[in-house]
């Protein structure tokens, strides 16, 4: 599976950007779908997330200005980001999690993105 983010790029303060995540094979499968983030010196973190049911898990600092959906039919996902802040500046990674089941066993599949970079400043 692959994961391919696009639309990042540089934004001022209070702007907006619309980050996509295409996927190499149908989006269907996944038991979630989401992006994370890391921004210089610091680890990796969540963002938001969508589950096949269609439930969202955001981070606090999201305070409703991100918001995640997604497009069966293209097999893509998508970040909508507003109110843009300095401190939102960091590389974006699209994250898909499978879990499949074997006998008792269950195991999770894990892709990522290979990251795209969303600068904020003026």
């Known amino acids: 599976v692959q994961l391919v983010e696009s639309g990042g790029g540089l934004v001022q303060p209070g702007g907006s950007l619309r980050l996509s995540c295409a996927a190499s094979e149908s989006i269907g499968r996944f038991d979630s779908m989401g992006w994370y983030r890391q921004a210089p010196g610091k680890e990796r973190e969540l963002v938001v997330t969508?589950?096949?049911?269609?439930?969202?898990n955001s981070a606090d600092f999201v305070e409703g200005r991100f918001t995640i959906s997604k497009v069966n039919a293209k097999n893509t996902v998508y970040l909508d980001m507003n109110s843009l802040k300095p401190e939102d500046t960091a590389i974006y990674y699209c994250?898909?999690?499978?879990?499949?089941?074997?006998?008792?066993?269950?195991?999770?599949?894990?892709?990522w993105g290979q990251g795209i970079q969303v600068t904020v400043s003026s």
């Open positions: 994250n898909a999690v499978e879990w499949t089941n074997k006998g008792w066993n269950r195991f999770k599949w894990e892709y």
């Open positions: 969508l589950t096949y049911d269609m439930r969202t």
